[in-house]
């Protein structure tokens, strides 16, 4: 009789698959190619991970969290996506790429990048008996929409340049630069950012060399290496001082052209008659109807009108007072001349 023989080769085959599914998961690590990702205002960013050794993660739990994993960017869970439970502000903007899924390759695509996007991000991978998390950096850069330099003011000294630009991100460095290429140093120079986190720059300088040709006004990112500049032609007569002194009579012809015609406004307000004419005004362009084909006509007829009464009646009430002095002055020398013969006579009976 022949004794039953037993293999054992089977149950070290299933010994040996286990031990080595183990040792796979305890030696799976996640890990990003691009640990710097950078991104321009309005365009796209993609976050990417990967599990090492390559193996198929299309059934693990994968999330892309910011930082301190207080925001939920993304999940992929069970072979999909899984909506509700990211932050409001990632919702409709991000997109799993998945094309390398089985290798163990998988990324983030995030749409309409803001300046509110940058900063740190991990990606997560958990499965049973593995999780680990790999961490990355997305720099967002805007490059500056409008730059200007502007003449502030005129002295014997020099003249005073400032530049300003808007719309960048994160700040930029900003100089002066003479028609050489060489940086010149500057006055002073200030920033500020508004609600959306864009900066504002502003960088003045003091100009006294009037050998300068051209100045020009730079400013760089130091995310993306990408400069813009402007330049200004300065001319001699800048310099002149007899053109500062012009400059400075045109300013104050101006000033005072402006504070009369306040001062005018100010009277015609308090005028009764403008009042009067200007309720009459009123009155007749309520008259016509908005629906009479004439109605542009009438309206602007009636407008000019009122202001060339209104004109006449202040020119004249700003002339009168110097014809009524004249009249004054003119009626006192005459009285003067009329009294001088009669003093004469009187003078001439008392001495006989």
């Not at 698959?17 to 950078?38: A, D, R």
């Not at 069970?78 to 290798?103: L, M, Q």
């Not at 960048?168 to 630069?177: A, H, L, N, T, V």
Request: hydrophobic residues 40%; glycine residues 6%; charged residues 20%.
């Amino acid at each position: 009789m022949m004794k039953p023989t037993y293999s054992y080769f089977p149950g070290y085959h299933v010994f040996f698959i286990f031990l080595q599914i183990i040792l796979t998961s305890e030696n799976l690590m996640v890990t990003t190619p691009t640990g710097h990702v950078v991104a321009r205002v309005g365009g796209q960013a993609e976050l990417s991970c990967q599990v090492t050794p390559p193996r198929s993660v299309a059934y693990m739990d994968v999330r892309w969290f910011r930082e301190d994993k207080s925001k939920l960017v993304y999940q992929y869970r069970g072979g999909h996506g899984v909506d509700g439970e990211a932050a409001p502000e990632y919702v409709k903007r991000t997109e799993f790429v998945s094309e390398a899924i089985g290798k163990g390759k998988v990324a983030l695509r995030i749409h309409n990048i803001s300046i509110f996007d940058d900063g740190p991000y991990q990606c997560s991978f958990n499965d049973s008996g593995f999780s680990d998390v790999a961490f990355m950096n997305l720099s967002v850069a805007a490059f500056g929409l409008k730059m200007q330099i502007n003449v502030q003011s005129f002295g014997y000294d020099g003249i005073i340049l400032e530049c300003s630009s808007v719309g960048w991100f994160p700040r930029p460095q900003m100089e002066w630069k003479d028609n050489n290429g060489n940086v010149v140093p500057y006055s002073s120079i200030s920033y500020s950012q508004n609600e959306d986190r864009f900066f504002f720059m502003k960088i003045t300088l003091l100009l006294r060399n009037q050998s300068q040709e051209s100045i020009t006004c730079c400013v760089h990112n130091p995310l993306t290496g990408e400069e813009k500049q402007t330049s200004l032609i300065i001319a001699n007569a800048l310099f002149d001082e007899n053109y500062i002194k012009y400059l400075i009579f045109i300013f104050l012809g101006i000033s005072i052209c402006l504070c009369l015609f306040y001062l005018l406004i100010l009277y015609l307000m308090n005028s009764a008659f403008s009042i009067t004419i200007i309720s009459h005004y009123l009155q007749l362009r309520n008259r016509v109807f908005i629906s009479d084909p004439l109605y542009s006509l009438y309206n602007s007829w009636m407008e000019n009108m009122a202001v060339v009464i209104v004109f006449i009646v202040s020119l004249q009430t700003m002339v009168r007072p110097v014809q009524l002095q004249r009249e004054l002055t003119d009626g006192g020398e005459r009285d003067k001349g009329r009294d001088l013969p009669s003093k004469c006579m009187f003078r001439s009976k008392s001495e006989e």
